[in-house]
């Protein structure tokens, strides 16, 4: 069975997708197309889900650049191979250079520059990292005429929080970030988009908390869950 992605069409030479855990080798808590290292799932798995991720898309997993996500404002230059680095963006304009950003509840952004040269930028953007401006961020590391797509996050209807999260947004986005205690993350996002520059966002609006067959949700599950995420590569 291959890894089950969802694809964003983006008119250039660019390819990217979405993913979902259908496709892959993990088993319980993790079944089956879990991306994420950092979780209790066998290594020898992940590994091979990235792989049929990787091929899903017509590249090799050796490439596959990658950050050590952390909830902050930092976009990397993707180098080939390289999954170390702290940061919760990734851009290249190189041709054939995959990138993967993982997410659990967080958006997974892609964006793609549309003018001049081909450049694409994937991001984890979850509360913290909308506010510490990692959306902005991405948008300035491609520059000119940018296009955007939000990904499968916890959707407003599941995502409940505390009250220091719920005044920072309303602070900064007014009362259409929230609706009665829960967060409306991807109306946030967009709106920091536009903001940014962003003309052309398309947003999936499916909730990863509300569809256990297609997504790993870590506000549903708790800790003992898989990470999807979004992944692509200048064509």
Known sequence: ????????????????????RLGGVSLGAFESLNLGLR??????????????????IGV?????????QM????VNRAEPGERGRDGDGLWSDQQGVPMLALSADCLPVALVRQNGSPGLALLHAGRLGVL??????????????????VGPGIGPCCY???????????????????????LDLWFAAERVLRDAG?????RLDMCTACDPERFFSHRRDGRITGRQGVIGHVA
Do not use: Q
Request: aromatic share 6%; charged share 25%.
């Open 1 to 20: 069975m291959s890894a089950t992605l969802i694809p964003w069409d983006t008119g250039g030479p660019y390819a990217v997708a979405f993913s979902t």
């Open 60 to 68: 090799e997993a050796e490439g596959l650049a990658m950050n050590r």
């Open 71 to 74: 909830h902050s404002a930092v």
């Open 160 to 182: 409940e929080v505390g009250d220091e999260i719920a005044d920072a947004y309303r602070a900064r986005f007014g009362s259409g970030a929230l609706r009665g205690r829960n």
């Open 198 to 202: 962003v003309v052309s966002i398309e």
């Open 39 to 56: 979780t209790h799932d066998e290594p020898e798995s992940v590994d091979e889900n990235r792989r049929r991720l990787c091929e899903a």
């Open 132 to 149: 510490a401006g990692i959306l902005e961020a991405g948008v300035a590391a491609l520059g000119g005429r940018v296009a955007a797509a």
